[in-house]
Every structure is written in C-alpha cells, then in structure tokens.
C-alpha cells in the first residue's frame, strides 16, 4: 500500500519563532489490533516523543493484515512535494531555530547549484532520468520543519501502519522476547522513523528499474535524499557538501553523510543491495532503522537514527547525537528567504 505523491499548493503559514514542546503520536487503532499490541505501540511512540523537541502531532491508522512471508510491518506515508528551494530554505531556517543547530543544514545545495548522480545504465540497457525541481517529504517531516494548515489541506491522517498477522508477536519485552517471536515494539519503533521522514526516492527508482522502465522522470528526492552520497565519493568539507552530486543510484554503495560522520545504507531490493534503499545497511548495528530484525531481537534507538531525523529537520536534543568531528569549513553562502507557497519494511 502506498499514498500518493502530492503536491504543496497555494501559501502556507511558517512559523519563524522557535516552538519547544514534545512529539504527539496519535494511533487510530482498528478492531484488529490488541490491548496488548496498543501497549506496546504506545511505549514505542514514548520513545520517539521523549527524543524529539518538536511540537507536533502526527497521526497514523494503525492494523493487522497478512503482510506475506518476508514482511513484519509496512508503513505508508503521506508524501507531499514542493520546489526544491521552497524545502530546502524551509530546512535551512527551521534548523536555525532548533535547540542544537546542525550546521551542516545552512550547506545544503540550491535548487541552482545541486546536481544528483543516478544509473545510466542498467541491464545493458541506457538508462535517462530527470528530476522534478521538487523536493518531496512525508507530512510528518513537513510539520516538523514549520509548515502549517497540512492536515486541513491533505486530511488528518499522516499515514498508516499495517503489520502482519503471519507472524508471531511478543507485545512486552520487559521480561524479554519469547522463543520464535518478533518484539512488536522493536517494529513499531521501526515503522514510526519511516512515517517521519526516512524515505529515499531510490525505492521508486529501484521499483521502476525493475519494471522495465528506460526513462525515469519526474524523480523528487527525499529531504533525506540531500544527505545521500556514494560511498566512494564523499564530501570532507562544507564547500565539499554543498557541490558534490547527491546519490541515486541502485548501483552505487550509498551513505548518509554529515561530513562529520558516514552511514552505509542499502540500494534496493530489486536492482540495487537487496534491501529498500530507505534504511541503514542491513546487520550494519546502526540501530533500529536496519532492515531486518531477527527472532528474540531487541532494536533500540541509535545515535545514528537520531542524527538522520535531525538532520532533516527534527529537533533532537544534542547530548543524545554523536559528537562530531571538526571540519573544514569552505566559503559559501546559505540562503535564508522565506519562500512559502511511501514504505514497506521486511523485517525477516
């Protein structure tokens, strides 16, 4: 299941004072989900509300299905696109206004200066793609850096969870997992990264890849997607930031780059790594965005899941992201004008 891509219309209110409070996650259970797996999706949501310093409610349909052999939980983001420099200025001042600015975040491209790599060629065949001139986000991210009325506009829902009913669930990991079963609130915690904001437009290009398609257009990378690099091209500096090519590619190693610090992350799981592109590489111990997780296993927040949600626009309080290396600073000029105007999870 996938919502569809949407576009930002009209003028919206932006906030421009910094607002402190706390995450809200609200769950709309249907009749097929527990007392016991309410629980735990609520302990889970507890722990992503006491990271982030936002003040924002973010609400998401929450079921059971049968997900098939390989799914433990989905999620299926509202995402909404607008000009790239309508998002990319909207994060520049938003992170301004966090308790512990990243200021890496004032070194993001224009949309006139930025340049993305992605295949030119895939099974012998030549491959043409464009981009948009958007960038795109789930709602969630949105609200996250300022923008307001969404949920009149787009409706209350930000998304929905669906998780399987094929497996077996241990709903309380207070006295550990039980033999065979999958911590719930380990998905949970898992899914609701997804919901806000950990996506990468790389899924949709594996996807279309695989499907035979030569001409790839229309491509609106994520606002995660501004801190995708390929793994043997990274940038050591801010001026290195700012100009180097953001990876799209299924081909390449990809990571998540701050200058400071380098994830790995996966490529695709048709033409790429074999994972969706929209998570940390898998088994790499980054924490609870690694696309798998194994029977007994209990996944907790990292400071790398943390550091990613902060970097696109999630305030997260500095004492629980990794403290970064120096860097060398080059010579640019961040532009602050106000211009105003989805995910599958296998978990095996």
Known sequence: MKLPLMTLAGLCILST????????????????????AQSAA?????????ALNDSVTVTVDFGFSSLGATTLGSTSAVQLAAGFDTIRNRMVIDNSLESAPDAIVNYLPTAATASFSALTNYG?????????????????????????????????????????????????????????SYDF????????AHLLGFISVVDQIDARLAAGETSILGISPTALDLFRFDSENLPTNDAEFAAFARDLSTEDSASLSNVSIAYAMETGVQTGSGQQASHFKDNSDLGTLD?????GEIAALSTADLLALDLIGWDVDSLLLPVPEPR?????????AFLCVILRRPCR
């Open 124 to 180: 012998g065949n030549p491959i043409s793609y464009g981009l948009s001139g958007n960038i795109s986000a789930s709602k969630a991210n949105l609200k996250s850096i300022g923008f307001t009325g969404l949920d009149t506009q787009f409706g209350a829902s930000d998304g929905a969870f669906n998780f399987s009913t094929d497996f077996n669930f241990d709903f309380d990991n207070s006295d550990g997992v039980a033999t065979g």
């Open 328 to 336: 060398v600073c080059g010579v640019i000029t961040a532009s602050l």
């Open 17 to 36: 004072l910094p607002v402190s409070g706390a995450l809200n996650i609200n769950y709309n259970f249907d009749a097929s989900v527990n007392i016991d």
């Open 291 to 295: 696309p798998t997780l194994a029977p």
């Open 42 to 50: 609520i302990r889970a949501a507890s722990v992503w509300e006491n």
């Open 185 to 192: 609130e380990s998905v949970v915690l898992h899914e609701i």
